[in-house]
T-cell receptor
Framework: KAGVTQTPRYLIKTRGQQVTLSCSPISGHRSVSWYQQTPGQGLQFLFEYFSETQRNKGNFPGRFSGRQFSNSRSEMNVSTLELGDSALYLC???????????FGPGTRLTVL | QKEVEQDPGPLSVPEGAIVSLNCTYSNSAFQYFMWYRQYSRKGPELLMYTYSSGNKEDGRFTAQVDKSSKYISLFIRDSQPSDSATYLCAGGSSASKIIFGSGTRLSIRP
C-alpha cells in the first residue's frame, strides 16, 4: 500500500508570495491533517479535513488555509508569506482512529 | 505553558542501555497518547499508541501513561544505534486533534 505523498518536497519562496502544498493520503483514508514543524515550536497542528470538510483547526492566522477534494487529496495554501513561515509542513492521513495516523515526508518551505 | 512538555535533550546513551523518555501534559481531557519516532529528513512514524492509562509493550518498546500525574513515558530496552532519532510524545482529547511535545533527540553510541 502506498504511503502518504507530499509535493513538492522542497520549495523556496520570497516574502509576500503565496504557496500551495499538496498531500495525497493513503488509499481509503478520509482524514487529512496538516502540521507545521519548526525547531523552536516543534510540531503544531494546523487543521484537519474529513470528507471535504474542515473538522478541526489549530491556532494559526487566516493566511493558512486548506481544502480537501472528493478523492481525499488535500491542499494547503499560505498567502502573504512571512520569514517565520519557513518550516517543514507535514501531512498525516488517518483512517479514523488515533492509532492509524500516518505522516508523509513533508514539504520543506524556505521563505527568503 | 505548552500542553505537552518534553525535554529536548540531546540524550546520548551507550548501545544496549535502557532508555527512558518522558513527557508531561496539562490537559485532563487527554485520552489518546502516542509516541512517534522521526529520523532526519523524514516524517514522524507512529511507534506506540495508548488509549487512557496503562502500559503497552511492543518488542523492545514499552509505553506508560499515568493520568493521575499526567505523565507519559517510553522505555527502550537493549537500545541499538538504529534507535538514534528524535522521539515525539503526543496527546489529545480527540483522535483527530493531537498535540505534540517538542521532541527529544536520542543518540545511541556503538
Amino acid at each position: 500500500k502506498a504511503g502518504v505523498t507530499q509535493t513538492p518536497r522542497y520549495l523556496i519562496k520570497t516574502r509576500g508570495q503565496q504557496v500551495t502544498l499538496s498531500c495525497s493520503p493513503i488509499s481509503g483514508h478520509r482524514s487529512v491533517s496538516w502540521y507545521q514543524q519548526t525547531p523552536g515550536q516543534g510540531l503544531q497542528f494546523l487543521f484537519e479535513y474529513f470528507s471535504e470538510t474542515q473538522r478541526n483547526k489549530g491556532n494559526f492566522p487566516g493566511r493558512f488555509s486548506g481544502r480537501q477534494f472528493s478523492n481525499s487529496r488535500s491542499e494547503m495554501n499560505v498567502s502573504t508569506l512571512e520569514l517565520g513561515d519557513s518550516a517543514l509542513y507535514l501531512c498525516a492521513s488517518n483512517s479514523g482512529g488515533a492509532d492509524t495516523q500516518y505522516f508523509g515526508p513533508g514539504t520543506r518551505l524556505t521563505v527568503l | 505553558q505548552k500542553e505537552v512538555e518534553q525535554d529536548p535533550g540531546p540524550l546520548s546513551v551507550p548501545e544496549g542501555a535502557i532508555v527512558s523518555l518522558n513527557c508531561t501534559y496539562s490537559n485532563s481531557a487527554f485520552q489518546y497518547f502516542m509516541w512517534y519516532r522521526q529520523y532526519s529528513r523524514k516524517g514522524p512514524e507512529l511507534l506506540m499508541y495508548t488509549y487512557s492509562s496503562g502500559n503497552k509493550e511492543d518488542g523492545r518498546f514499552t509505553a506508560q501513561v499515568d493520568k493521575s500525574s499526567k505523565y507519559i513515558s517510553l522505555f527502550i530496552r537493549d537500545s541499538q544505534p538504529s534507535d538514534s532519532a528524535t522521539y515525539l510524545c503526543a496527546g489529545g482529547s480527540s483522535a483527530s486533534k493531537i498535540i505534540f511535545g517538542s521532541g527529544t533527540r536520542l543518540s545511541i553510541r556503538p
